[in-house]
């Protein structure tokens, strides 16, 4: 089981990472589009890392925005396995070519 961290641990890493931030023990952002299939296209990425890491973030789909929670259910709040995930998801929204 992966081991939450600590509040101090948390503002450090997320310090590094530009989309995301810190509610109720999750990692969260919403993602904004002007277009609905760049909102599915990055929705359907999303899921893909997820997948491929067994980790699986509650993600909110919308017309035009995408929100994600991150947190590790096992350990009840957050763990590095989430910020894996995150820098993963946004290293991969900064190499998307949109239209």
Known sequence: ??????????????????????????LVTRVEFDEYKYTVFFANMVFTLAEADFHHPEVKVGYGFVEIDLWSHDAEGITAKDFELAEKIEEKLGQIKWG
């Open 1 to 26: 089981m992966a081991e939450q961290l600590e509040d101090e641990q948390i503002v450090q890493r997320l310090e590094k990472l530009e989309i995301w931030g810190k509610e109720a023990d999750k």
